[in-house]
């Protein structure tokens, strides 16, 4: 049973576009959810993170929405650059415990 | 600071052998989480050790076993390979137990052929 979907497992979008994820969940006590960047080769690195008593949260490019009564949240990457080319991965955790996972979404961005 | 280090990089073994994977968590973080990394399956939770305690485990089978030593660094041990246990194999540095924020290292690739 996957607690956290994400969705689309793919995405092309176009140099200077707007990039977005989306993530759905199950678990209310979910407290804490974060997006990872991993690049080929490489392990997953924080990206930026969110608790759910804010509806939005920006740094630099990347913004994550919260939508709580919805239990979704994603993730937008405004002015995609080709350097912005990863699998990006959402998580969601409670009280400290262990990160469900996403299974990713793989974006190309094209010059 | 140096980031976590995992060795080795990348691992050939043949069906029924056992494999040790190590890691090295970041100077200072205490805690060492272990996940499997497959495309169908994304990252899969394997165990969490802090302060040489495995405080979490995944739901994989005994062969898969790990400890973690007074220095904080960790060992990961697959006992009778199988094919399917083909993967990334990852490990998270925390500053402590379940801390949210997860640094991870490059990994190792695992092929069993």
């Known amino acids: 049973q996957q607690q956290v979907k994400q969705s689309p497992q793919s995405l092309i979008v176009q140099k200077g576009g707007i990039s977005i994820i989306n993530c759905a969940y199950e678990?209310?006590?979910?407290?804490?959810f974060p997006w990872y960047q991993q690049f080929p080769g490489k392990g997953p690195a924080l990206l930026i993170a969110?608790?759910?008593d804010v509806s939005e949260k920006k740094e630099g490019r990347f913004t994550i929405s919260f939508n709580k009564s919805a239990k979704q949240f994603s993730l937008h990457i405004m002015d995609s650059q080709p350097g912005d080319s990863a699998t990006y991965f959402c998580?969601?955790?409670?009280?400290?415990?262990?990160?469900?996972w996403g299974l990713g979404t793989s974006l190309a961005v094209n010059p | 600071k140096a980031g976590v280090t995992q060795t080795p990089r990348y691992l050939i073994k043949t069906r029924g052998q056992q494999v040790t994977l190590s890691c090295s968590p970041i100077s200072g973080h205490r805690s060492v989480s272990w996940y499997q990394q497959t495309p169908g399956q994304g990252l899969q939770f394997l165990f969490e050790?802090?302060?040489?305690?495995?405080?979490n485990k995944g739901n994989f089978p005994g062969r898969f076993s790990g400890r973690q030593f007074s220095n904080s660094r960790s060992e990961m041990n697959v006992s009778t390979l199988e094919l399917g246990d083909s993967a990334l194999y990852l490990c998270a540095s925390q500053t402590q137990a379940s801390s949210y924020e997860q640094y991870f290292g490059p990994g190792t690739r695992l092929t069993v052929t």
């Open positions: 050790y802090f302060s040489e305690t495995q405080r």
């Open positions: 678990n209310t006590a979910f407290d804490y």
């Open positions: 998580a969601a955790s409670s009280d400290n415990r262990k990160l469900i």
């Open positions: 969110i608790r759910p």
